[in-house]
């Protein structure tokens, strides 16, 4: 720059000496002086040092076709290695399309899902911004971080109304050279079309540069005075060498298929040169040389000032920079490796072959209301919003289903479901809260969702799946196609921009690591047919393009689609066959066409994608916004099984159990795990709270765990009631023999003393179903209604055929103590119930459970095989590893999710302490106790933390988390034996474990 401006200077003092010697001086008029301070403060600001600026410059494109954005910088960023970005400006709100940094000298850029961007970067750096539609246009700008906003010049995408080329011209102002762009409208590379470019003077036209295609290769010819620059697929550069009265003029860009009506052209001006405009110009050389060598003088001294200023600011940014970027990486490593520290310690194979589900189990969009009564919370189910119920319905087939995948694949993956943005790294803890990982922006559009499943596959990357509801089968459409096919088209349509978002979010959230893992999409729709789906988009095209595009494949997009072919019946969605197996892998293959690619998906990048989105520092709830009574979503199994028995075991009741509360005489029948018991002992803690004394009647000829069990749970404390024990005598059991008029007798006089004569308040559990026993117990109660005038007695069995008091009988079918998946095991059982019967409930559980787990005898020659020491160690493997059961907590130390207490261990067989089962829990550091009748009550009251061991249907009423039920050496067929068993196993509420003599059932995924 400073030699041109001494070339000029020199040239002009020439210029003004022969004209000097040669011509008489004449007075110089006001329009002369103009001109020569114009030009004096010309080459001044032309002197003085410019910080240079940043352009871009893009052509206008058509709908859908591609459009090519450069950037030029004054530096070469590939040296100073500065970050840069490109941004759009679709309103006064800027926003990323390409961001790029440097990382230990490497670039490292994160761009938008439509954008295609060079690996490289100098003065200049190319993009390509793919199917251009109405909100890509507008304007652009190339910025270096830390630039001067004045010094960026922005450019304009605009839509092009024809099909024709286009051109720009860029001319410098320091430089005689000027450059021409040419934008072809398609991939001249693909089409290898001839093209030309041509100078208009008139109606003539000459050929500058043309280009043609030999064997595949492309040949050009340059005219003397051009030069060929830049030679891209879509783009062609010349440069004009220097610009003159020969080489100014209009120029096109043109090729064989180029309409010639729409043929834009590009105009490059004659800059006017220096000269004289009359004989007063003779006078300003000595005045012009006089000023300039004093600006000189004074810019030299202002450009050394200048340039040590700037060489010190360097120096320190450079340190500063160096610094800070140390310390940015000192922290995502600390961070990062206080996130893979905890995974690792919630799932410890997750790099030997294991899959994992996070939550473990899925979780129902159930609301509750809840209603206080006796001290206790009451939960009452709302109707679910039809919705979201169909929602849920659809996403518990589809993993029911998908479980088998990675089971049948043996694939190492996590499945991630029920997230949303915000929960991204929202829970990090003091020790995690300035942590320096990129988490998705503010400013993304709330209106559109989060994903509905998100796959992080040890080989395969990144696969973010969407799932819609619509149906083939709408009651609303009337079986009408066009309908349907509409319907489709708009759950798909609303599909793809869930989908991009995914995308564009999960490259950015990636975008810190060394190495990004492809993401690949997929779309869910259980309730429709792949036919019925091509057909949809078979008759809208727009949306068949588009979910193409979405997908990136040149194939049918439904090719990816998950449909009802590939899934269980919706009637039985737990049924999944081999048939449904089978088309599953095939669909999983389609989806993952490509090889693995294990560079991409390094063990470092694998454990970095769960610790960020499956680690303790992001938590999900069921509830948006979270509520106050909203619990957050469990991650490994331990914590499923523990949240999922303290759902139930809530105490849960249907609205129109309420209504019974206030009635002095109930009989409630119906089978196990229908909360009878603990409406009994609601009733007793109402009439406690009244000041009554409550009698449990055990009609047993000794003393049962029902009646231990029940008593318990009305002196059981509330938070209301603090340490205060007001229900301690007021609480009594009453063993009677009913086949002993003196014992029954005796048992009045107690009652009869309690009661004020004529009051009595009574409750009797888990009343005997033998015939013979019911009609003695009935006679009995009708003796107390006889003697006692106002005799308030609710009274439970699971036989319907007792109706001691009269035609007040409440039959409950619906369970609410007892998980699906446990319930579901029962009803494999041929002939358990007789003529007791569940029925499906109107409300939706908060969720289906955890999958029941099956172990078969190994050693199935011996005799007494549920005794056997392989199939004890297999268990209790299973407790202590999966579900992490522990029977102590370390001093300081948080106890685990379940502990030794939420174990219930019950065999068909006997079982003493020396029972081997019994002996390997002991021995692997979980106290038993076997229960009998001797130690029955002292064992229920006490609090400590022991696993409980008995035989099927002695513990009744008793409920655990952990069940494991073991069975005996036949399978008997009395009554006796199935409904201990029917009890036994309902005794469960939530992971039910069953030591089978047969094959294992299949009923949902292997954890």
């Known amino acids: 720059m400073y030699k041109v401006f001494l070339r000029k200077i020199q040239a002009l003092n020439d210029w003004w000496f022969l004209q000097h010697m040669s011509c008489r001086c004449h007075q110089l008029s006001s329009a002369t002086m103009k001109t020569i301070l114009i030009m004096v403060f010309l080459h001044i600001a032309a002197a003085l040092p410019q910080e240079g600026s940043i352009t871009c410059s893009v052509p206008p494109v058509e709908i859908d076709q591609d459009a090519v954005l450069n950037c030029s910088f004054p530096e070469d960023l590939n040296t100073t290695k500065r970050d840069f970005a490109v941004y759009h400006y679709p309103d006064d709100k800027g926003d990323a399309v390409v961001d790029c940094w440097w990382l230990k000298g490497a670039m490292t850029c994160s761009a938008r899902p439509e954008i295609r961007y060079e690996m490289t970067v100098g003065h200049t750096f190319t993009i390509t911004l793919q199917n251009i539609s109405s909100s890509q246009t507008g304007r652009y700008a190339c910025q270096i971080a830390n630039y001067n906003q004045n010094l960026i010049q922005s450019c304009e995408l605009t839509i092009l109304s024809g099909l024709g080329n286009t051109c720009s011209v860029t001319e410098e102002r320091s430089e005689p050279s000027a450059t021409l762009t040419c934008y072809f409208k398609e991939d001249i590379s693909k089409t290898q079309v001839n093209f030309t470019v041509y100078r208009h003077s008139g109606a003539h036209k000459q050929n ?191 993993l029911n289903c998908f479980y088998y995948i990675p089971k049948t694949k043996k694939e190492q993956m996590f499945v991630l479901t029920q997230f949303n943005y915000e929960d991204y790294l929202n829970n990090p803890g003091d020790d995690f809260s300035e942590h320096c990982l990129p988490v998705p922006e503010q400013k993304e559009d709330k209106n559109i969702g989060c994903f509905d499943i998100l796959i992080i596959h040890r080989y395969y990357g990144l696969m973010v799946g969407v799932l819609k509801t619509v149906s083939e089968y709408d009651s609303k459409t009337n079986g009408d196609e066009l309908q349907i096919d509409r319907l489709i088209a708009n759950d798909v349509s609303a599909a793809i921009p869930q989908l991009n978002k995914a995308s564009g979010i999960l490259h950015h959230l990636m975008k810190d690591l060394n190495g990004t893992p492809p993401v690949r999409r997929f779309l869910i729709l259980p309730n429709i047919t792949l036919s019925t789906l091509k057909r949809a988009l078979h008759s809208h095209n727009e949306v068949f393009q588009n979910l193409r595009k979405c997908f990136a494949t040149e194939d049918s997009p439904v090719r990816q689609c998950l449909c009802a072919d590939h899934l269980s019946d919706p009637k039985t969605p737990t049924n999944v066959d081999d048939r449904c197996v089978s088309k599953l892998t095939d669909w999983w293959d389609t989806l993952n066409h490509t090889t693995a690619d294990i560079s991409a998906m390094t063990d470092a990048i694998y454990e970095s994608l769960i610790a960020r989105f499956c680690g303790p520092a992001t938590t999900s709830c069921l509830d948006k916004p979270r509520r106050p009574e909203s619990f957050i979503l469990p991650k490994s199994l331990d914590e499923a099984v523990s949240l999922t028995g303290d759902l139930f075991e809530r105490l849960t009741l249907y609205p129109d159990m309420t209504d019974l509360l206030t009635k002095p005489r109930v009989f409630l029948a119906g089978p196990p795990g229908t909360e009878k018991t603990r409406i009994l002992a609601l009733v007793g803690r109402m009439w406690l709270n009244e000041g009554h004394v409550v009698h449990i009647i055990n009609t047993s000829t000794e003393q049962s765990a029902a009646s231990v069990h029940l008593k318990r749970l009305l002196q059981e404390k509330t938070a209301a009631q603090g340490s205060a024990s007001s229900s301690e005598n007021k609480v009594i059991i009453l063993n009677c023999n009913i086949q002993d008029e003196g014992n029954i007798s005796n048992m009045r006089n107690i009652m009869r003393k309690n009661s004020d004569k004529k009051y009595v308040w009574a409750l009797a559990d888990d009343l005997d179903p033998d015939e013979t026993k019911l009609m003695q117990i009935r006679q009995f109660f009708r003796k107390l209604h006889r003697e006692f005038q106002d005799l308030h007695l609710w009274a439970a069995s699971y036989s319907m055929d007792f109706t001691p008091m009269g035609r007040d009988v409440h039959i409950f079918r619906a369970p609410l103590s007892c998980p699906p998946t446990v319930l579901r095991k029962v009803l494999q059982e041929e002939d358990t119930f007789g003529e007791m019967q569940y029925s499906e409930s109107q409300y939706l559980s908060l969720t289906d459970g955890v999958p029941v787990k099956d172990f078969a005898h190994k050693r199935v020659e011996m005799k007494g095989k549920h005794i056997c020491d392989s199939c004890g160690e297999e268990i209790v493997k299973f407790l202590k590893e999966s579900l992490r059961i522990s029977g102590v907590v370390t001093p300081g130390g948080q106890p685990s999710r379940l502990q030794s207490r939420d174990l219930l261990v019950l065999f068909e067989d006997e079982v003493t302490e020396s029972t081997p089962l019994v002996r390997t829990l002991v021995q692997s550091g979980i106290p038993v106790e076997v229960v009998s009748n001797e130690n029955l009550e002292d064992t229920l009251k006490n609090e400590n933390n022991v696993a409980l061991a008995a035989k099927a249907g002695f513990l009744c009423g008793i409920k655990r988390k952990v069940v494991v039920y073991v069975e005996g050496e036949e399978r008997r067929l009395d009554t006796c034996v199935r409904w201990n068993r029917l009890r036994g196993i309902t005794s469960c509420t939530s992971q039910l474990i069953i030591l089978s003599s047969k094959t294992p059932h299949r009923v949902g995924p292997v954890v």
């Open 208 to 398: 500058v540069a043309g280009c043609w295609w030999e064997k595949g290769q492309r040949q050009c010819q340059v005219a003397n005075g051009y030069q060929l620059t830049s030679n891209q697929s879509q783009v062609i550069k010349i440069m004009i060498l220097e610009v003159t009265k020969e080489t100014a003029g209009n120029y096109s860009c043109w090729h064989p298929a180029s309409p010639s009506v729409q043929t834009e052209t590009c105009i490059i001006h004659v800059r006017e040169k220096v000269g004289p405009q009359d004989l007063d110009v003779l006078m300003i050389g000595l005045i012009v040389g006089l000023v300039v060598t004093a600006i000189l003088i004074l810019v030299a001294i202002v450009i050394l000032l200048i340039y040590r200023r700037r060489r010190e600011l360097k120096t320190k940014d450079k340190a500063e920079n160096e610094e800070s970027q140390l310390m940015v990486e000192q922290d995502k490593k600390v961070n990062e490796e206080f996130l893979v520290k905890s995974v690792r310690e919630m799932f410890p194979n997750m790099l030997d072959d294991a899959c994992y589900f996070v939550p473990p189990i899925y979780f129902n969009k159930v609301r509750y209301k809840t209603q206080t009564v006796a001290d206790q919370v009451v939960y009452i189910p709302e109707p679910s919003d039809p919705t979201d119920a169909e929602h849920d319905k659809a996403m518990r087939q589809f």
